[in-house]
């Protein structure tokens, strides 16, 4: 089906109606978490808040508006459909939580394996592979002739794509190695992961994909234009979230410096002692503040 001028009607809805459902299910439960938490000290900051509705708002109009419906159709059109579901919208969802907001799901049964998942080498293999093989050929067609493949495609691109943040950004423990030079190591290589692909589509010759053929057609673009507009999207997108990645992780750097010196300040006028690695690994944690609670509580003991 080609959409035409004034065609009000997507096909990608019907092959979004999963999804859709189980993100409204997932937009409950992270409703009931921020209720349950309001008023304590633990409540969700309202900038968490605000990214996870930006996150919703952007699925929605990846998964169902006309933009569904033109991925099936051109090639541009799905691949950006493909980053506000896999890259921008995981990132924001993964920015909304929190630890406590996260703790009731972490105490199922099983859910220790998503330390495993979250590790961040484990994330990048995961999300890499999955990105690849989703852009072979018969992948990539069987993705856009059936809608159950395409459906399957959608979810594993969210759900890896949120893995991936995860492992950089979200609220579970890192491993000690994990630091700002290696966070730094992590964002080049996720980039240059999607830009060798978005190299590939820009500057690889004849057009990869034949099942965007007549959509291509209706809409007076050729299959090199097509495959060349995809890859510009991938590579430009791509280089504006490095860029933010970047000045988070600087800003960050320099945070943690100051957080760190003024720790070693507070220990030291209260005659506890505090080594600097320490103090690192807790500000470096996200415990900074917990650690100097208990500074304080032990020179308060102590007098």
Not at 83 to 111: K, S, Y
Not at 186 to 201: H, K, P
Request: aromatic share 10%; glycine share 10%; charged share 15%.
């Amino acid at each position: 089906m080609v959409l035409a001028a004034g065609d009000i009607s997507w096909p990608g809805v019907t092959s979004a109606l999963p999804i859709l459902i189980g993100l409204f299910a997932y937009a409950a439960l992270y409703l009931a978490g921020v209720r349950r938490l309001r008023g304590t000290s633990r409540a969700v900051p309202g900038w968490r808040i605000a990214c996870f509705a930006a996150g919703l708002v952007l699925l929605l109009a990846a998964l169902a508006s006309p933009l569904a419906g033109a991925a099936d159709e051109l090639f541009w059109a799905h691949m950006l459909e493909h980053l506000m579901i896999g890259d921008l919208a995981a990132l924001l969802f993964v920015l909304g939580l929190t630890g406590p907001l996260m703790a009731p799901v972490l105490r199922l049964p099983g859910m220790g394996a998503l330390r495993v998942l979250v590790h961040p080498v484990v994330a990048f293999a995961l999300w890499a592979v999955n990105l690849y093989a989703w852009h072979l050929r018969a992948l990539h067609e069987g993705a856009v002739s059936n809608e159950d493949v395409h459906a399957l495609q959608h979810v594993l691109f969210l759900a890896l794509g949120m893995n991936m943040w995860m492992a950089l950004l979200g609220p579970l423990p890192k491993p000690d190695w994990f630091g700002n030079a290696a966070r730094l190591i992590y964002i080049i290589a996720v980039r240059l992961t999607a830009a060798v692909l978005g190299n590939v589509f820009v500057f690889g010759g004849g057009a990869i994909y034949d099942v965007y053929a007549p959509g291509e057609a209706a809409w007076d673009i050729s299959p090199a234009a097509d495959q060349v507009a995809a890859g510009a999207i991938m590579m430009v997108e791509g280089s504006l979230v490095t860029l933010g990645l970047f000045c988070w992780l600087f800003l960050r750097a320099a945070r943690q410096t100051d957080e760190r010196q003024d720790l070693l300040e507070f220990a030291q006028a209260r005659g506890v002692e505090l080594s600097e690695k320490r103090a690192g690994r807790a500000v470096a944690a996200g415990r900074g503040e917990e650690l100097r609670e208990r500074i304080g509580a032990s020179y308060r003991s102590g007098t």
